[in-house]
């Protein structure tokens, strides 16, 4: 039952939460950069980094195991006090992105949710199941990064939300969806791909599970 889920950290009622979702095979800077230009140019409270226990679209092989993501991201980037690493699709036992959103609102339904994106994922955000519903239920904030920033404006999603777009601001996260924000800044090129791609991956992530 979602109404027993644990807050994975602060959430009262009013809170401004964005919602990083993802695969983190690894974890890397790209995905502090998307955190930390939502959560200044948003005024979010904080940044939930949701780690998938696999995506639909991604193929199973190369998929290092959940516990090990989980770990390595918390090492690296759980110091920033404003990004919470956690597991809630295990918990509630979600699949897709649109049972994860409605399970939290449920849940969490004091809440105000941003979902957070690259402009990488947004290229292909028609392909994820029930992909206008996402949209219909939660702002959704998108930061720019090399070799897809035209998404912003020539994705599909983006066509579906043009009339829904608004300037980034501090009460973003009030906003009735649908509503899409474009964040930019000192963008950052890091990828998970490259980095699965460098020697001693592997061996990082195992260092990164604690011994209990």
């Known amino acids: 039952m979602t109404e027993w889920l644990a807050p994975p950290g602060p959430c009262s009622p009013g809170l401004k939460i964005g919602l990083l ?36 679209l991604k193929p199973v092989a190369g998929m290092a195991p959940l516990r090990e993501r989980l770990s390595y991201a918390a090492r690296k980037f759980e110091h920033h ?3 919470i690493v956690v597991d809630v ?24 949710f941003v979902w957070l994106m690259g402009s990488d994922n ?24 090399p070799g897809s920033a035209t998404a912003a404006l020539s994705a599909p999603a983006a066509r579906y939300l043009c009339d829904a777009r608004t300037r980034p601001s501090r009460n973003f996260a009030l ?10 800044g000192r963008r950052c090129a890091a990828s998970a791909t490259a980095i699965r791609a460098q020697a001693g991956f ?11």
């Open 122 to 145: 947004l290229k292909g955000f028609h392909h994820w199941r029930n992909w206008r519903e996402i949209a219909n239920r939660v702002p959704i904030a998108v930061a720019l990064r």
């Open 21 to 56: 979702g993802g695969s983190f095979n690894p974890a890397h800077e790209g995905h502090l950069y998307i955190s930390e230009l939502a959560l200044k140019q948003l005024g979010l409270d904080y940044v939930w980094w949701l780690v998938s226990p696999q995506n639909p």
């Open 81 to 83: 006090l404003r990004i």
């Open 175 to 184: 906003a009735k969806a649908p509503a899409l924000a474009i964040l930019d």
């Open 202 to 212: 592997s061996e990082a992530l195992v260092g990164a599970i604690p011994s209990w």
């Open 89 to 112: 699709e295990t918990t509630f036992g979600t699949r897709y992105t649109i049972d994860t959103i409605r399970a939290l609102k449920r849940r969490f339904h004091g809440v105000n």
